[in-house]
Each structure stands twice: as C-alpha cells, then as structure tokens.
C-alpha cells in the first residue's frame, strides 16, 4: 500500500488542491515541458529519477521475472506429474483419485504462474516490448488466442510432424503455445475439437478418450517447458551485463541507450499504459458491453480473458497490484514520491485512493468475473469505472506533472 508520508499528506491535503484536470477523460501527447529526452526534463526538481529506476528495476522487476520462472518451473513439474498419472491410468496403474488430485494440482500451478504473469504484464519493457512483443507473445498471447490451431498442434506434437517435418514448438506461431493455450488444455473440460465443422484436425475423432486427454497432456508438457525456455531468455536479456536492466540504471551515461535518466524514467511509466490499453479496454470495457463484442453491446461472458479457468478477476487485480508496486514503489521510491516531489501530492493521493478502492471492490466480489458479468453486470461495470478513474489520472495529470510522453498506444485516446 501507499507509504505513510503519503498517507499522512493526504490527511492535510484539502480537497482545493484537486487539480482541474481531475475529472478530463482527454489525452495529450506528452506532459508539459517534456524534452524529447534532453538532461533537463522540466520538472522544476531535483528529484533523484536514477534512485526510482534502480528501485523499481532491482525491487520490483527483476524479482517478478525471477518468480516467474520460478513458478515456470514448478508448473512445468506439475504437468509432467499429471501427465504421468494419465497415463498411469491409461495401463490401470492409477485410480481416478489420484489422476484428478495431479490434474487439480497442476491446474493450481497454472493459476499460481498466471498470478505472476499477470504482474509481468504491466512490466513489458525492453525484451518483453521489442520486435512488437515477440518475446511475450510466446509466453502469454492474450487476446491473440487460437484454441483450434492448439488443436491442430496436439495431433502435430503427437505425430512429431508439420508438413513433412519434424516437431519443434519453437518455431510454432505464438497463438498456438503459452499460458492461454496450457488454460485451454488443463481447464476445457470437453475433449471435442473446438475447430469449427469441417476444418477440425484430420484423427482427433477417431482417438479414444483416454488417447485424447494423454495426447493434450503430453503437448501441455511441451508447452510448459517452452515457456520456462522463453522465460529463460527474458532473464537472460534483462539480467546480463549489457541488458535492458543496466541499461535503464546508467541512464544518461556516456554509450548508453537512454540519452537522460528522464527518458528511462518515461519507458519505465511507458508500462504502466498497459493498464488502459489492456486491463480497462480489453479485459473489461468489452466483456462488459462498453466495447463491442460478440454479444453486441451487454455483458458478455464470453469474452473473458481467461473462460476455461474463470480467473479473468484474478488476472486483473494481479494487473492492479502491479500498478500499485510501480506507483509507489513498495518499500522503496516509486512514481508517488516523484509526484509528490515535484508538488502534486493531490495526483499521488488521489490515484493511491482509487487503487486500494478498485482492490477492495475486486475482494468483495468473491466470485468470477463470468458469473458477475451473468448475475450481477452493474458490478462488473463499476471495476471499470474504478479501474478508469486511475487511468484518466496517468493519461493527465500523472504525465503532465512528470513531464512525460504518453505511449503511443495511448496517444490521442479519449477513452
């Protein structure tokens, strides 16, 4: 949560020192006075921005890509056990009992790897947002999702053949592997193609049940096993002498990519957009039926992030307190300090309240995100408007203060 100095500001602060932008949906291009990246980024401060970078860098990010392949790793195992059990099952070794613990056991693990994921996915920078996102499409592709090409790559894996060549994932297509394909083998329940009548996969059908689950589990291992590969190569980028992470940390050094530590400090809030593109515009303006979807303009469950595991709320409050651990920095400097440094400490109050009001609502729920979007869509529509009251704050007053330039991504939006 937001540090004390914070809090205790916020007791003194009176509700006139609100900035007039507070309540703008409008975007700009870049803060006031930004520089284009120049030494002097017109903050009128002498705020320590490489303190915030190495901060954010060593306590924050590079602790949620090691976790990651840690929980990589342990999910990967899992898998393998279930696998095992399958097929253990298969030759009468092993009881059902046993077959469904292995599977639950690793259905957990996937859960527990899309936590961290999904704190990741607001840290894209450097390898994760280079060559339009190749590296972070081959571990989560989301909501580029393909589940019949999966289909198709179970039969592929199992015959160890593509087009007269051998198997290799690697050079499989990002929408066919991942954490969105493994939720599609370990949590659809129907071992039916979901390929549409006519184009599903030459042999699926005509292979038993337990031919069937032994075939998408066996490719899940595959699967679990190229994400820890990919994941390897992240850390490996991020962490060596010559990458991103040293990289943001001699910012404005002689060589270094970053001509000021303001420009590394701008990728670094760069991230943070994804919280308007994704979690408020993909995972919940259109499920809910603020965006077009597949239901038309109503709620509509079906367009959950994660339909197979119903843990599309799981993954937005992991987006959620992600954003909260590169806002304020958890024990160390964050985004906050330097508002309030520069003297907006209203910004930083304000978007520390609107985050701990957006968790405390995800908590109250105390159900998926497809049962409320079913059962109770007013209450769904409000995470988005809680969720929107942080981003109209980044979009404005956030980067205005700091004299940042907003992501293209997020340039000219309105929304």
Known sequence: MIKTKVKFLSMVISTSLVLSACDQDASS?????????SNNDNTSTDFNQLALIE????????????????EAEKQTTAITTYCESEQGFANNNVNEAEVNTAKSAAQMQWRATMDVWQQAELMQL????IDSNLLRN???????????????????FKNDEVNGQPYDITLRTANRKGLDALEYLLFNESLDSSCA????????????????????????????QDIVTSTDTLLDQWNGTDGYANQLKQAGSSGNSFASDHEAVNRLSDALFYFDSFTKDEKLAIPVGLSTNQCGLVACPADVESPYSKHSLSNIQNNVLAFEKLFTGVDGIGFSDYLIDVGDTATATDMQ?????????????NTTLSDTLENNPDQAEQVHTEVKEITDKLKTDFITSLALELPATSAGDND
């Open 29 to 37: 291009s870049a803060g006031a006075g930004f520089d284009n990246g």
């Open 55 to 70: 901060n954010l860098t060593d306590n924050v990010i590079s602790p949620t890509f090691n976790n990651f392949k840690s």
């Open 126 to 129: 450097g390898p994760l947002s």
């Open 138 to 156: 081959k571990i989560y592709s989301w909501p580029n999702v393909n589940t019949c090409g999966v289909d198709y790559d179970v039969l592929f």
């Open 197 to 224: 009548i006519g184009t599903v996969p030459t042999g699926w059908d005509i292979l038993s049940e337990s031919e069937r689950k032994a075939a998408r589990c066996n490719f899940a291992t595959e699967v679990a």
């Open 353 to 365: 309240t609107s985050i701990t009001k957006v968790l405390t609502t995800i908590e109250s729920l």
